[in-house]
């Protein structure tokens, strides 16, 4: 029988994916740039998400001195919708760091990579096989649920001693030339054939020394998270208007939505009218509640109350750090996904 490896890559030839965007032109086939973005981009987020994201996102920024030059605002706006907005402005700061300090050319040493803002030990190895020739391993949610069968690995993946365990399999079974085309097979095949749910094993290349497979376990492994219930928040929207003008609060670096403009919230026991005229220096003559819209975030549900205020054109002094927008710029802002919903279904 042939090497893992081998039947992977053969594989991989005739069923991979190989017309993604970022592999279309052979000149961006190993440019760090392109490799490095859609690594990010793709973490956590399928790729059919990704693919609209990251065309804009190179016509704008074709290289990585336009996105170093790039303010943060212009990144996020570009970035709004596709969510972990940390991975937008640690991309942004890692390119900056990139300029200043390398010359505006990444490192070639998988270790180096790795310490730029942003990348984690799996992206700096992609990075580093696929456009420098690196023979090193990775490690993303694919190839754990690849490995993890093939070799009837128990335990939650993201445990240290499985993960550590992950890690050797899958640098043991690097084969020594192809390096970059095995790696691709490799999450090719998790992400079109041995998928979470409902895996194709007739499809599958390496289906006849899946321990998995022969022990009918494939429903079992990766061994799952365990189940916690989610908590749930709630906020009060506020959607200040002004004739076609709405106004915004930047979010705090840290937190949801990182570093996006966001609708300010009402604090919980305050009335809207009274806290937009002492907090906000706006004199409101009308206030009505919108539906509420509940937004799924990683660790609670958010239920998000939006109430739409309508502005006295002769209000006092606003707030400074409020930043008001047009109507019109809205399809430009860096806005999460849920307010921009809400104020789409706004008339």
């Known amino acids: 029988m042939q090497s893992f490896a081998q039947r992977l890559i053969a594989w991989q030839r005739r069923h991979g994916r190989n017309d993604?965007?970022?592999?279309?032109?052979?000149?961006?086939?190993?440019?760090?740039?392109?490799?490095?973005?859609?690594?990010?981009?793709?973490?956590?987020?399928?790729?059919?998400?990704?693919i609209p994201f990251y065309v804009r996102f190179v016509a704008r920024f074709p290289d990585l001195a336009a996105l170093a030059a790039a303010s943060v605002d212009e990144v996020m706006a570009l970035w709004s919708g596709l969510g972990y907005y940390a991975r937008a402005r640690n991309l942004h700061r890692c390119a900056r760091l990139i300029v200043e300090h390398h010359g505006g050319h990444f490192p070639r040493d998988p270790a180096a990579i790795a310490g730029l803002p942003g990348i984690g030990r799996s992206t700096a190895n992609a990075i580093a096989a696929v456009c420098f020739g690196a023979r090193v391993a990775i490690l993303d949610g694919n190839v754990k649920r690849v490995l993890c069968r093939h070799l009837g690995i128990e335990g939650h993946p993201g445990l240290p001693a499985i993960e550590a365990r992950l890690w050797h399999e899958a640098a043991e079974k690097l084969p020594d030339r192809q390096v970059p085309a095995y790696l691709q097979a490799l999450m090719d095949l998790g992400a079109l054939v041995c998928t979470r749910s409902r895996p194709r094993c007739s499809a599958c290349p390496v289906s006849g020394d899946c321990s998995a497979w022969h022990s009918g376990r494939t429903d079992e492994l990766p061994t799952p998270r365990p189940r916690r219930n989610l908590p749930e928040r709630e906020i009060t929207a506020l959607v200040l208007k002004q004739a076609k003008r709405i106004a915004f609060e930047r979010r705090p670096p840290a937190g949801i939505w990182g570093g996006l403009w966001s609708l300010p919230e009402l604090p919980e026991g305050l009335e809207p009218i009274g806290y937009a005229r002492d907090a906000l220096g706006l004199r409101l003559t009308a206030v009505s509640p919108a539906p509420i819209l509940t937004h799924g975030l990683t660790h609670f549900r958010l239920r998000i109350r939006p109430l739409i205020c309508t502005v006295d054109e002769m209000s006092g002094m606003a707030e400074p750090n409020l930043h008001w927008l047009d109507q019109a710029e809205l399809d430009r802002a860096a806005l999460p996904a849920p307010i921009r919903k809400i104020l789409n279904a706004i008339p």
């Open 20 to 50: 993604l965007p970022w592999q279309r032109d052979w000149r961006t086939l190993r440019d760090p740039y392109r490799v490095w973005l859609a690594e990010i981009m793709l973490q956590q987020t399928q790729v059919t998400t990704v």
